[in-house]
């Protein structure tokens, strides 16, 4: 999924962080910048703001670069958590959601802003691994 957003000039996020960080006058500006960028996408903020607005996710993308390095670890630290609540026998323990995107929203990684790949030839190749329906 990842690969096939990334074929689409539309769906990357490289500009958009490129735009935020262009803003900053020194480095410790452009990163503060870039953190406000990708907190918009992810926690809005502090967590009084971002749960108790009920903004968490408001403005989430299915961008490159977000879903292989935000959505996908965060499905599989929830199903992790459910697994070994089962494991347990038990409830499954509470996850810090905000405490988790912060971290992504800090990152400085760097995301193209030109897009790769066929979309076409990506699409079939996804589709290649789905079962036959019935």
């Known amino acids: 999924m990842d690969a ?3 074929s689409d000039p539309n769906f990357l996020p490289g500009s958009w962080l490129s735009a935020a960080r262009a803003h900053g006058a020194d480095p410790a500006e452009a990163d503060r910048y870039e953190y406000d960028a990708r907190s918009v996408l992810s926690v809005w903020g502090p967590q009084s703001t971002s749960e108790g607005g009920f903004l968490h996710d408001y403005a989430n993308r ?3 670069g977000l879903i292989s390095e935000l959505y996908a670890p965060r499905w599989s630290s929830y199903f ?3 697994e070994e609540a089962l494991v347990r026998r038990a409830a499954p323990q509470a996850i810090d959601w905000h405490g988790f995107e ?3 929203a800090r990152l400085t990684t760097r995301h193209p802003d030109r897009p790769t790949g066929d979309p076409h030839v990506l699409a079939s190749g996804i589709a290649a691994t789905l079962p036959e329906a019935e």
């Open 4 to 6: 096939l957003v990334g």
């Open 62 to 64: 299915e961008w490159n």
């Open 80 to 82: 992790a958590s459910l």
């Open 102 to 104: 912060d971290d992504w």
